[in-house]
């Protein structure tokens, strides 16, 4: 066998509490569940941040993960708060599935996810020890999370988990599949053209007759045009999509530019230029990041680089930000 078999499941432990904003959170972490692994999920990579520089500016051993840390930095807080006994690591939901912390006292969700499975995912990193049970406390910092998060523990005990909708057929890939080619080759035969992508209808299941719809339709939208037999880019394809070299249509979407951060040569991780806005003249800029405050050096636009210190604020004046996410 692989795995011995599962413990009975016992009633989960869930409990709902406002607290109203991040900093009574923390001051409810450190108070709480002293001596436990306590993991603590929250749903933005600033919030992570934020929370993390609260508890270890008052003593809390506490780690880090999200994904705009590198995977080392992310490594080091997993293997180090698997290793501990009396931590916390506070995470968006790249805990949320399969990378093993070891053994977990408490699960901490800040605010609701937004579903019952996801919910389920987090509430299911506990009770795995024999002898423990599932348990999961919500600490809602708004009146409107307060309301999510009592409505998405009636829908799990109500049995409720969000189904499973296979994905769309995505025709609109072999669209975009179709003109990608086309500026690739410059023209392709159209006896040629279907053998070309042959390889994306077979593997994403598609119909040969809707393809060949989806060509007439392009034609007669000028985003295709016929030329001595062989297809190539339209005009409207070009007025649509040809700004900065296509990249609309290249793209599989648009990302604002973050910017590397490096603690000497070490790259601890990624935060959007916003961060480095300065708050008045009140003196350096200070980020937050891996759970640090970092004093802002150098920062190098061309590039997209910044240079940090190890700041002397016990709380940061500025927070990391982040697109909302993992």
Not at 10 to 15: C, E, H, P, S, Y
Not at 193 to 203: R, V
Not at 282 to 296: E, F, H, K, T
Request: aromatic share 8%.
């Amino acid at each position: 066998m692989i795995a011995p078999p599962a413990a009975v499941l016992t009633v989960a432990d869930v409990t709902i509490d406002y607290v109203g904003n991040i900093e009574n959170a923390a001051t409810i972490l450190k108070l709480l569940y002293a001596g436990e692994k306590r993991l603590v999920f929250c749903d933005s990579r600033a919030r992570t941040e934020k929370l993390s520089a609260l508890l270890r500016a008052d003593g809390v051993p506490t780690f880090v993960s999200h994904s705009s840390l590198i995977i080392e930095e992310r490594r080091d807080a997993e293997r180090a708060f698997r290793e501990g006994r009396d931590c916390v690591i506070v995470a968006t939901s790249t805990l949320e599935l399969g990378i093993d912390v070891g053994d977990l006292d408490r699960v901490i969700q800040i605010d609701a996810p937004a579903t019952v499975a996801s919910f389920l995912q987090r509430l299911g990193r506990t009770g795995r020890r024999s002898g423990t049970k599932r348990n999961c406390l919500f600490l809602a910092t708004s009146p409107e999370s307060l309301l999510q998060a009592a409505a998405l523990v009636e829908l799990w005990r109500d049995g409720y988990v969000e189904p499973i909708k296979p994905p769309d057929l995505p025709y609109h890939l072999f669209a975009q599949q179709l003109l990608a080619l086309l500026l690739q080759r410059g023209a392709v035969p159209e006896n040629r053209l279907m053998l070309e992508l042959a390889g994306l209808i077979e593997w994403a299941c598609l119909s040969e007759t809707a393809c060949y719809g989806i060509i007439r339709h392009m034609l007669e939208a000028r985003l295709l045009a016929s030329d001595s037999g062989a297809l190539v880019v339209g005009d409207e394809a070009e007025r649509l999509y040809g700004a900065k070299h296509y990249m609309n249509l290249l793209s599989i979407f648009d990302s604002p530019p973050l910017f590397t951060v490096y603690w000497g040569p070490k790259d601890i991780g990624s935060v959007h230029p916003i961060s480095f806005r300065r708050v008045g003249n009140c003196g350096p800029v200070i980020l937050s990041l891996a759970g640090r405050s970092w004093r802002v050096g150098h920062v190098d636009w061309k590039h997209q680089t910044a240079h940090v210190t190890l700041g002397d604020h016990p709380k940061p004046a500025i927070e990391g930000h982040f697109k909302t996410g993992q």
